[in-house]
């Protein structure tokens, strides 16, 4: 497919956090497990929840909707070194699409309930998927590259200005 190629989605819902501003929040789940957010599904597709119910966690995927532009290089939060942005979660990509395994709470008809939502509030829900260790799971060695030994202090970082703005 060529990359003029667009592709057309549409925001299947809304999810709420307790985070309103970009700057001073957490940057993965691992530093939002106290929060819980609220994905507010349309109501035409709450039956699509059924099921979900049997799973632990699950994928939110999502859009970027207050990022503006991309950089092919960014430093991440936890690293101070410029690292190529595949090999990053940065916010500011190509086709701003983040991505979160949170846990599932509560379903209540369109309505379901997370621990670990660490997107703005009022950001537009793109899929969610089951999270399934039998699919997603590697079988080999996994590597994390430039991450390797900083994962740990993931849940006590906080989000600064470096990805607001257009720049
Ligand atoms: C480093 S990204 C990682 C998000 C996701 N877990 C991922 O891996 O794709 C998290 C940061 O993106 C920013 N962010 C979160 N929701 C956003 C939104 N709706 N629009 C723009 N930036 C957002 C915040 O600064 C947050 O700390």
């Not at 190509?94 to 009022?122: F, K």
Request: glycine share 10%.
């Amino acid at each position: 497919m060529p990359s003029e190629t667009s592709i057309a989605l549409r925001p299947i819902g809304v999810i709420r956090t307790p985070y309103a501003a970009l700057e001073g929040m957490p940057i993965q789940p691992g530093g939002a497990r106290d929060s819980l957010g609220r994905v507010e599904l349309d109501p035409e597709l709450a039956p699509a929840l059924a099921d979900v119910d049997g799973f632990s966690h699950v994928y939110l995927i999502y859009c970027f909707h207050e990022s503006s532009g991309y950089k092919t290089t960014v430093t991440p939060y936890l690293d101070d070194t410029p690292r190529g942005l595949f090999a990053t979660r940065a916010p500011k990509r190509p086709n701003p699409i983040g991505l979160s395994v949170v846990e599932v709470v509560a379903i209540d008809g369109n309505v379901l309930t997370v621990r670990g939502a660490d997107m703005l509030d009022g950001t537009p829900l793109l899929d969610i998927k089951p999270y399934a260790p039998a699919f997603d799971a590697p079988a080999g060695p996994v590597r994390s590259g430039w991450l390797e030994g900083r994962g740990q202090t993931v849940g006590q970082t906080r989000s600064d200005d470096r990805f607001v703005g257009p720049n």
